[in-house]
T-cell receptor
Framework: ETGVTQTPRHLVMGMTNKKSLKCEQHLGHNAMYWYKQSAKKPLELMFVYNFKEQTENNSVPSRFSPECPNSSHLFLHLHTLQPEDSALYLC???????????????FGPGTRLTVL | AQSVTQLDSQVPVFEEAPVELRCNYSSSVSVYLFWYVQYPNQGLQLLLKYLSGSTLVKGINGFEAEFNKSQTSFHLRKPSVHISDTAEYFCAVDYGQNFVFGPGTRLSVLP
């Protein structure tokens, strides 16, 4: 596989379920990102990891829990979500963070999440 | 503050007509500039980027963009659009410490 992959592509869950989104990058990058994209809203950066360390958490509710076991894999664990959390969740990676020219982001296809 | 502005949230245009999608960014010493395209229920894919050199950059699908440092702009253009160009277009700027996306412009190509 090449690029950035995300699974599952579609997920429907109830408010009491626990599920996880998975992202894998095959580009040899060191930084990974989770974004939320809701209808009619700009992209919202949720979490940033650099060399497996979380460097940014943009006031995301605790019902979203990220995990980055290595530079190639990123998870988003979901529990007790609300209907307003329904959105497209995008994963991205970049070579590095903070060095101009290394921040270009490469995106996965996204997971379409519906919370009932 | 580092920001990216896309003033047009929606741009309707007839097939085979030219189109320009505008992007302005807050001033910085040096930046790298990008345009991404997003088709429905897909991720963002890179259309083109400006890193250095010629200010006119050509990308995929017949799109091009021009970097104008004095106006801090990076407008995207295509001389003749197709129905298949209907998508959301995002301008993005690498400020070094941050990679900032604009809010996006929805391009709708009408038959």
């Amino acid at each position: 596989e090449t690029g950035v992959t995300q699974t599952p592509r579609h997920l429907v869950m109830g408010m009491t379920n626990k599920k996880s989104l998975k992202c894998e990058q095959h580009l040899g990058h060191n930084a990974m990102y989770w974004y939320k994209q809701s209808a009619k809203k700009p992209l919202e950066l949720m979490f940033v990891y650099n060399f497996k360390e979380q460097t940014e958490n943009n006031s995301v509710p605790s019902r979203f829990s990220p995990e980055c076991p290595n530079s190639s894999h990123l998870f988003l664990h979901l529990h007790t979500l609300q209907p307003e959390d329904s959105a497209l969740y995008l994963c991205a990676s970049s070579r590095e963070i903070g060095l101009a020219g290394s921040n270009e982001q490469f995106f996965g296809p996204g997971t379409r999440l519906t919370v009932l | 503050a580092q920001s990216v502005t896309q003033l047009d949230s929606q741009v309707p245009v007839f097939e085979e007509a030219p189109v320009e999608l505008r992007c302005n960014y807050s001033s910085s010493v040096s930046v790298y500039l990008f345009w991404y395209v997003q088709y429905p229920n897909q991720g963002l894919q890179l259309l083109l980027k400006y890193l250095s050199g010629s200010t006119l950059v050509k990308g995929i699908n017949g799109f091009e963009a021009e970097f104008n440092k004095s106006q801090t702009s990076f407008h995207l253009r295509k001389p003749s659009v197709h129905i298949s160009d209907t998508a959301e277009y995002f301008c993005a700027v690498d400020y070094g410490q941050n990679f900032v996306f604009g809010p996006g412009t929805r391009l709708s190509v009408l038959p």
